[in-house]
C-alpha cells in the first residue's frame, strides 16, 4: 500500500503496520509503525496542527476544520474512528 495524505505525508505499509511516511528531501522517513489507522490518523491529525503555519487562533481554528473535514473523507472510506488526543 502506498497512499498519499498530501504533498508531505503518505501511508505505506508492511505485514504488520501501517506506516506513516514524510518525504524529505528525495528520501521517505519512517515517521511511525502503527497496529491501527486509527491511530496513525490521530498522530497525523495532531502533527498537521503542530507544523501549522498559523498566526492566530482563527487561522488555527480554520486549519483544524479543514483537516478534520479531510480525515472525516478517510474514516468514511475505511470505515475507522480516529480519537483525538486532546
Same mark, same amino acid.
Given at each position: 500500500?502506498?497512499? *498519499? !495524505?498530501? =504533498?508531505?505525508? &503518505?501511508?505505506? /505499509?508492511? @505485514?504488520?503496520?501501517?506506516? $506513516?511516511?514524510?518525504? +524529505? ?8 509503525? #502503527? /497496529?491501527? $489507522? &486509527?491511530? $496513525? +490518523? /490521530?498522530?497525523? +491529525? ?6 501549522? @503555519?498559523?498566526? &492566530?487562533? %482563527?487561522? !488555527? $481554528?480554520? #486549519?483544524? =476544520?479543514? !483537516?478534520?473535514? %479531510?480525515?472525516?473523507? *478517510?474514516? %468514511? ?8 488526543? @486532546?
Amino acid at each position: 500500500m502506498n497512499i *498519499a !495524505l498530501d =504533498e508531505k505525508f &503518505s501511508i505505506q /505499509s508492511d @505485514k504488520k503496520n501501517y506506516i $506513516l511516511v514524510e518525504k +524529505f528531501k528525495n528520501r521517505d522517513i519512517h515517521f511511525g509503525y #502503527y /497496529s491501527s $489507522l &486509527s491511530h $496513525l +490518523f /490521530s498522530d497525523y +491529525f495532531n502533527l498537521k496542527i503542530r507544523l501549522s @503555519k498559523s498566526k &492566530s487562533l %482563527t487561522e !488555527l $481554528l480554520k #486549519y483544524v =476544520e479543514n !483537516l478534520s473535514n %479531510t480525515l472525516k473523507q *478517510a474514516q %468514511t472510506m475505511f470505515k475507522i474512528e480516529v480519537i483525538v488526543k @486532546k
